[in-house]
């Protein structure tokens, strides 16, 4: 959908004397007058067929009958598509023969949209390749340009028009606009450098930031390291970007899988496909990987697991996983935008002539939509035939309408937000990162503290606006996956003080957010939204996890979550003050992150800096069983770091007795872990406890991240 505003401004020139009330103007004076007109062009493609599968041709826009939720539309232009005249491929440009040049242009963030009353894109395919250079290895990203280069060559067609768009970690640049000059293609491709966008998150020194001893993290750019919302948004960034095209457009995904870790953001996921849906755009991802036959505890990129899965096919199955995982969130970005994902294959070309052989006859349909409301809610479409009999008619059934939040009064935002909770296209303006963790209470009840990460960076826009504070709002809502009910909420919001000072410090780091609430076992979602209550900016994280039942634990030791820190806080400390006093006061008095008047932080993303210590905490339990020989017997723990599969850092080994009052025999677990002497790169923090007694063990992995 494309919203077309237009402004008209009309001088007049008074002849006659004329009654001026409300302002000071002589009369006879020129009057100038402004009327602004709003209007929402919604624009659908379809496709028609026959019983026999042939396109129907010579269609009017008096052949079809639309509604936009039940709500008849006037359609307002109907132009044919006809692709099947220039289908044949082009001579193979053999290497050698082709005209290349550097072609010196700056990357572009826009493409250029086609001008009123032209046919540029007239019976045009649009086909985007669309390189993620920070998630594909330098093998890969060698053989998806080679698969480009080979299509360019051998299988362009006269109807073809091919754009080149690539991410390297900061941005989405076009480095080719829709073209059918194959000169200029293959200049492009093979001037890209292979290895390019490798590690370009950007690195952390907080040695040029003060050390406040508040309640923040690390830089902000911990956030382009594990989670994949960076590569989703800007997926959803090119979509945004080839929506000003009417035409139906199909962006070649290359990469090398795109894997949701653990609890990442599923509300990106979901407004990435949102964005391509409404802006006619479907993905076709190509795993630049190829045809790969891996070991069954994984190839040489990766250190062994080290534990006892190794000997229990424990491992192997995780390894399994992990693969089939990352081609996942492919496979379900194709599926829900109209594409087909290609996994498995070495002739990655095969993935770009699927998306071509895809688009060849249909109509394109434009109607200015009768409701203008910018509710972000869902509006169905349905387009039928009037005078002509189809077998098959294809087209998008619906889109996502427009959002506003930013000029609303107190009422109006309160209302406004909790909308936004409710609504199914989540908004993303503002990066969320969040960790969900658990800690036993008694034999039915676990505490959950939630610890919500905002960059400070976009925050710290308020103050170069004037601004003197931020007041930050948060809503959410906890829900039972399985009866789908809504266990618990909350609403809240901070108020940070943004002085010069605070905001240099919001600048370099991010402000964390945490609560906390008490839960049964089972399986739960969380949505949570956060809006910068300045700029109107509203982000959303979405997710499911899992509450286990420990008292079921008989294999081994039960655990709580692990929680890794490098900042202990004075609760008194804080940059900013919350509504809810009282009810923190008693998430405190059962948070056993909180202890001596100093609270853990979670670092939620895990890159520590090497400057400072690294802290493990978690707890483990033992219940008193009448009659066990093991009760009050001591547990083992102790915390290592893998570089590879080198073991560069271990704990000296702690021995913990349960106390003789805790029911659970809850045992709390505390490590420092100094890596003052450790290089900057990706690690395996490994946890061991042992139970001698009973010989149970747990081991709990992660990776995290070292910078200096």
Not at 408 to 413: I, L, N
Not at 455 to 465: C, D, H, N, S, T
Request: net charge negative; hydrophobic share 40%; charged share 20%.
């Amino acid at each position: 959908m494309r919203r077309l505003f237009a402004w008209f401004v009309l001088a007049a020139c008074a002849s006659g004397r004329a009654q001026q009330i409300g302002q000071n103007k002589q009369s006879g004076a020129a009057q100038t007058y402004t009327l602004s007109v709003k209007s929402q062009l919604v624009v659908e493609t379809v496709v028609v067929k026959d019983k026999q599968g042939n396109f129907i041709e010579g269609l009017t826009d008096k052949d079809f009958a639309l509604t936009e939720d039940g709500a008849p539309q006037t359609i307002r232009f109907c132009e044919h598509q006809d692709l099947a005249a220039n289908t044949a491929p082009l001579p193979v440009a053999l290497p050698g023969t082709e005209e290349l040049k550097l072609y010196k242009r700056l990357a572009r963030t826009q493409v250029a949209p086609e001008p009123s009353g032209a046919n540029r894109y007239k019976d045009r395919r649009l086909l985007a390749l669309y390189f993620d250079m920070s998630a594909m290895r330098p093998a890969d990203q060698l053989r998806a340009l080679s698969a480009a280069e080979t299509f360019v060559r051998t299988q362009l067609t006269a109807a073809d028009l091919i754009s080149i768009l690539r991410y390297q970690g900061g941005s989405v640049d076009i480095l080719q606009d829709f073209t059918a000059d194959r000169n200029k293609l293959l200049s492009i491709l093979q001037t890209l450098v292979v290895g390019e966008g490798q590690g370009s998150a950007e690195s952390v020194d907080d040695a040029s930031s003060a050390d406040t001893g508040a309640a923040f993290g690390q830089d902000d750019s911990e956030f382009n390291v594990f989670n994949t919302d960076r590569q989703l948004s800007a997926l959803q960034t090119a979509a945004k970007i080839l929506g000003q095209l009417s035409e139906k457009k199909s962006l070649i995904y290359f990469a090398s899988g795109l894997r949701l870790n653990g609890i990442d953001n599923q509300a990106q996921l979901h407004a990435t496909v949102d964005a391509a849906i409404k802006a006619g755009v479907s993905f076709w991802p190509i795993d630049a990987r190829g045809l790969i036959a891996q070991a069954p505890l994984g190839d040489a990129t990766q250190g062994s697991s080290g534990n006892a899965g190794m000997y229990t096919g424990a491992a192997a199955q995780a390894t399994t996983n992990a693969f089939q995982q990352s081609q996942d969130t492919l496979y379900a970005l194709a599926e829900d935008t109209g594409g087909k994902a290609l996994f498995d294959t070495n002739d990655l070309t095969r993935g770009i002539v699927q998306a071509q052989h895809s688009i060849a006859d249909y109509y394109i349909l434009g109607y200015y939509t009768t409701n203008t409301a910018e509710n972000g809610r869902f509006r169905r479409v349905k387009v039928s035939l009037t005078r002509v009999v189809a077998e098959n008619l294809t087209y998008r059934e619906g889109y996502y309408a427009e959002k506003k939040f930013s000029t609303f009064s107190a009422v109006d935002k309160e209302r406004q937000l909790e909308d936004a909770l409710m609504l199914e296209n989540p908004i993303t303006e503002l990066s969320i990162a969040m960790e969900i963790d658990h800690f036993q209470l008694n034999r039915a009840e676990y505490f959950v503290p939630i610890v919500v990460k905002i960059p400070g960076r976009e925050l710290a826009l308020a103050k170069q606006g004037g601004a003197e504070h931020t007041l930050i709002d948060f809503v959410g809502e906890i829900k039972d996956l399985i009866g789908g009910s809504t266990i618990t909420n909350v609403r809240d919001n901070v108020n940070i003080k943004l002085s010069d000072a605070t905001a240099a410090e919001l600048a370099h780091r991010p402000i964390e957010y945490d609560t906390g609430f008490t839960l049964l076992p089972g399986k739960y979602m969380i949505k949570f939204l956060a809006r910068d209550d300045e700029t109107g900016r509203i982000g959303t994280y979405q997710t499911t996890f899992t509450i286990p039942n420990l008292n079921r634990e008989i294999k081994h030791v039960p655990i709580s979550s692990v929680v890794l820190s490098s900042q202990r806080v004075e609760l008194k400390e804080a940059l900013y003050d919350t509504e809810k006093t009282k009810e923190r006061q008693k998430e405190v008095a059962v948070n056993p992150l909180v202890q001596d008047g100093k609270k853990l932080v979670p670092s939620v993303t895990r890159v520590f800096s090497t400057n400072r210590e690294i802290y493990v905490y978690l707890q483990a339990y033992k219940p008193s069983v009448p009659d066990e020989p093991s009760v009050g017997q001591p547990l083992v723990a102790y915390v290592s770091l893998y570089l590879g599969q080198n073991k560069v850092l271990e704990t000296f080994p702690s021995l913990v007795v349960p106390a003789a009052t805790s029911r659970l025999g809850t045992m709390p677990l505390s490590f420092t872990l100094g890596v003052s002497g450790l290089a900057s790169g990706e690690y395996d923090c490994q946890v061991t406890v042992l139970d001698p007694a009973t010989l149970k063990a747990t081991f709990w992995r992660a990776p995290i991240v070292l910078v200096p």
